[in-house]
Structures are given as structure tokens and as C-alpha cells.
């Protein structure tokens, strides 16, 4: 069992969670970085600005990884670039290994395209790392509803701190506003929820935002945040 200097147990993590739930998300994005630094990665599809913005306002030190599956629209990977020159921050953008780019296995299979294109490089990225941060909210939609601002993330060996996580859309809105960020150009063409091209529909206004994603089947969720049984690593450590 580990016992590394920067790891939690689950009764410090709910406490912690108690503790950082009322704070502002900058006030948790300081408490992360100070405690875990460069053991920390933050990870963001770049839909918004909002999560990178946050991170870099703390410290442009924090890292910060696009997921690159080979699939994102290119407005997603000019926008993230255009906010890292913006902020001066670190961004990394992560690629699949053992798929060629142009693979096109999501028109077979999409959990299986989930699983090589965004699973196994987050995978990596956690590889030796302590915590990991991501922009969820529990306003997301239902399967989110849940989600707690510091908790052990189950298989992955991680803390997961989700600093925005009870956010509503207006506290979001109101914080890009106060900002002036800049939206993904996406959004402007009516892309609510924005992920890999072949995957992502744009909606109705007023619709569930992530009904556009795998629209027409009973994915709602690419695996990153909702481990499957069939997923789970079976480490020999
Ligand atoms: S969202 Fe679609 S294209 Fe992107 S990794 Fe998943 S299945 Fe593949």
C-alpha cells in the first residue's frame, strides 16, 4: 500500500470536500496546486474556456491537457491554442498510441474508438500523477448530478478535484461574462456540447446540451468520467 506523502485517504478526501465545497473554485484550484503541483493535471476538451481560464488565473504553471483524439474539430484546437498564447499557460495536447489518425473505428464501434482515442491516453497521463482536475458539473446532466468537488477517483488512483463542480450554467455564463472570454466558435453554430466531429450534433436551443453527443445511441458518456466493468485495468502492482 502507498503511502506517499501526497496521498489521501478517503476520511481526509471527504473532509477535504466539506471544507473546499464552500470555497470559490479559485480557492480550490490553490489549495490543488500548492498541495499536489506538477503531480496535478488538468484535463479540458476546450468546449469553453472556462476551466483553463480558471487554472492559468491561479498559475500558468498548471498544466493543462487537450485530449487530442485525432477526431476534434479544428475551431477546438485553434481555440485552445488561441487561449494558451493568451495566458501564457502550459498546455500539453495529448494523441491516441496504436491507432493510425485516420482510423476511422467510430463508424464500427464507438465505445472501442472512446477507449483507444481518450481512455488509454488518459490512462498515461495519470500515469504516476496524484490528482487530476476536470471542468464537470453536477449541471451537466443527471449523470453528473453527483459530482463531488474532492473525491477519490475509483480504479484510477487519483484524487479528482472537479472545482467548478457546483456551478450552474448561469454561475458559468456569469463567469465568462465578468472575464470576457472568448466562446469556441462552435457554439455560435448551435454545438452546445462540443467533442470529436463525427460525434457531435448540434441542438435545439433549450435542449439537454449533451443530447447532441452520440446522438442516436445510449452513449452519453466517452469513458473518461464513467468507468465500464469491461474497462476497469487490472494492475499487477
Ligand atoms: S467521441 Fe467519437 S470519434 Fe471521438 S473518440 Fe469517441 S467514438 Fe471516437
Not at 491516441?96 to 472501442?112: F, M, N, Y
Not at 469556441?184 to 449533451?210: H, K, M
Request: glycine fraction near 6%; proline fraction near 5%.
Amino acid at each position: 500500500m502507498s503511502h506517499h506523502p501526497l496521498h489521501l485517504g478517503i476520511d481526509e478526501v471527504s473532509e477535504l470536500n466539506q471544507e473546499l465545497s464552500e470555497k470559490s473554485a479559485e480557492h480550490v484550484i490553490e489549495w490543488a496546486h500548492n498541495y499536489f503541483d506538477h503531480h496535478m493535471v488538468v484535463t479540458s476538451s476546450f468546449g469553453d474556456a472556462t476551466l483553463a481560464h480558471l487554472a492559468w488565473s491561479v498559475s500558468p504553471l498548471i498544466e493543462v491537457v487537450l485530449l487530442d483524439t485525432q477526431f476534434l474539430f479544428p475551431e477546438t484546437l485553434s481555440f485552445a491554442h488561441e487561449l494558451q498564447q493568451r495566458m501564457g499557460g502550459n498546455l500539453t495536447t495529448v494523441q491516441p498510441e496504436g491507432i493510425a489518425a485516420d482510423v476511422e473505428l467510430w463508424k464500427l464501434d464507438t465505445d472501442a474508438c472512446c477507449a483507444v482515442r481518450k481512455v488509454a491516453p488518459l490512462e498515461r497521463l495519470l500515469e504516476g500523477r496524484h490528482a487530476w482536475m476536470t471542468g464537470l458539473r453536477r449541471d451537466d446532466s443527471t449523470m453528473r448530478s453527483n459530482t463531488q468537488v474532492v473525491a477519490l477517483e475509483p480504479f484510477r488512483d487519483v484524487v479528482k478535484v472537479n472545482p467548478i463542480a457546483t456551478w450552474s450554467d448561469a454561475d458559468a455564463a456569469a463567469y465568462k461574462a465578468r472575464h470576457g472570454l472568448p466562446e469556441n466558435p462552435l457554439t455560435a453554430q448551435g454545438y452546445a456540447s462540443i467533442g470529436c466531429w463525427p460525434c457531435t450534433q448540434t441542438v435545439e436551443p433549450g435542449a439537454d446540451p449533451r443530447s447532441g453527443r452520440w446522438a442516436g445511441q445510449d452513449k452519453t458518456e466517452c469513458g473518461l468520467h464513467e468507468l465500464r466493468v469491461s474497462r476497469v485495468k487490472v494492475s499487477s502492482r
